[in-house]
C-alpha cells in the first residue's frame, strides 16, 4: 500500500511559477508521476520518474517548462513548474506505481489532487 497527500497547488499569472510536492507513505520502492484533468478532459500523465530517479519522461507540452524529481530518503517527489501557461490549469495528482521503472508502469495509488490555477 502507498498513500500520497499533494501541497502545493493555487492561483498563479501566465508565467509564473509553483512547486507541488508529494509525500508518500508506505512502500518506497516505487516509480511516481504526476497527473492533471481538467475540466471536461481525461486525466493526462504530466510527468514520471523511476524509483531511482534515474529515468524521467514528460508530456511534450510542458517539456522544458516542468521539471519532476524526488528524494527518496524523505520520500517525496516534486514538480516544479515554469513559464506556467493557461492551458496548465487542472487538478493536479501524485501516483505511485509498484513497478519501479517507467517503462510500463501501473499507476494503482493516486492522491487526492491538488488545483493549479493560472490566470491570463
Known amino acids: 500500500q502507498v498513500q500520497l497527500v499533494e501541497s502545493g497547488g493555487g492561483l498563479v499569472q501566465a508565467g509564473g511559477s509553483l512547486r507541488l510536492s508529494c509525500a508518500a507513505s508506505g512502500r518506497s520502492t516505487t516509480a511516481l508521476g504526476w497527473f492533471r484533468q481538467a475540466p471536461g478532459k481525461e486525466r493526462e500523465l504530466v510527468a514520471a520518474?523511476?524509483?531511482?530517479?534515474?529515468?524521467?519522461n514528460y508530456k511534450d507540452s510542458v517539456k522544458g517548462r516542468f521539471t519532476i524529481s524526488r528524494d527518496n530518503a524523505k520520500n517525496t517527489v516534486s514538480l516544479q513548474m515554469n513559464s506556467l501557461k493557461p492551458e496548465d490549469t487542472a487538478v493536479y495528482y501524485c501516483a505511485a506505481s509498484l513497478i519501479p521503472t517507467i517503462t510500463s508502469p501501473v499507476w494503482s495509488y493516486w492522491g487526492q489532487g491538488t488545483q493549479v490555477t493560472v490566470s491570463s
Open positions: 520518474i523511476s524509483w531511482s530517479g534515474g529515468s524521467t
